[in-house]
C-alpha cells in the first residue's frame, strides 16, 4: 500500500492536509467518518462506486462515484469501504475552505455532496480536472504526488536529476 499525507506551504492556510493512498487494504467493509471541524474534498482515482449507509439499519442511502465533498457532520457517518482503493483527499482548515468552493460552506454542512458539484466549478468530470491539472503542472495528480515534488515547499520542480560524474568547467 502506497500512503502519503503533505501540506504544502503555499496552502497551509487554506489546508490541514493532503492524503494520496493506493492499494488500501481496509479492515471492515465499513468505515466510520466521525465529525471534525473540516471539510473533505474526497476524489476517487479507482473507478469504485461506495456507499453511505444509514447510520442504524446500514441500509444504503445514497451512492458515490468519482469523488464528493464531506461538509462539516454533526453526527458520524458510515460508508463502505473496498479493497484496492486509491483516493486523494483534501483536508480544508475551519472555514477556509469557503475560498475554494463556489456556493456558501453552509450548502455542504452535515452533508455529503457527490462529485456532480464539480459541474458548478465549470469541470465536466474527472478526467477534465486531471486535463487542467496536467495543463497547469505537467504532470497528472498521481505522478505529481508519487515524485514529492510538495516535500521542499517550493515551486521549483527538478526534471533532470543532477549528474555527479560532472566536473566544472574551468574559467
Request: glycine share 6%; with cysteine.
Amino acid at each position: 500500500m502506497i500512503f502519503q499525507s503533505c501540506l504544502p506551504e503555499r496552502l497551509a492556510k487554506y489546508i490541514d492536509q493532503m492524503i494520496y493512498f493506493r492499494d488500501f487494504i481496509p479492515p471492515s467493509h465499513i468505515e466510520r467518518l466521525v465529525p471534525t471541524s473540516s471539510l473533505f474534498l474526497v476524489i476517487e482515482l479507482d473507478g469504485m462506486t461506495r456507499q453511505v449507509l444509514d447510520n442504524n439499519t446500514l441500509s444504503v442511502l445514497q451512492e458515490i462515484k468519482g469523488g464528493w465533498i464531506s461538509g462539516l457532520q454533526k453526527h458520524y457517518r458510515n460508508i463502505s469501504a473496498h479493497s484496492g482503493s486509491e483516493m486523494l483527499i483534501v483536508q480544508f482548515r475551519p472555514l477556509w475552505a469557503s475560498s475554494f468552493l463556489p456556493v456558501p460552506l453552509t450548502d455542504y454542512e452535515d452533508r455529503i455532496v457527490p462529485e456532480e458539484l464539480a459541474f458548478r466549478w465549470g469541470y465536466s468530470d474527472q478526467s477534465h480536472l486531471i486535463r487542467e491539472f496536467h495543463f497547469f503542472s505537467g504532470f497528472i495528480p498521481t505522478d505529481f504526488l508519487g515524485r514529492e515534488f510538495h516535500k521542499d515547499g517550493t515551486n521549483f520542480i527538478p526534471l533532470v536529476k543532477k549528474r555527479q560524474d560532472r566536473k566544472p568547467v574551468p574559467h
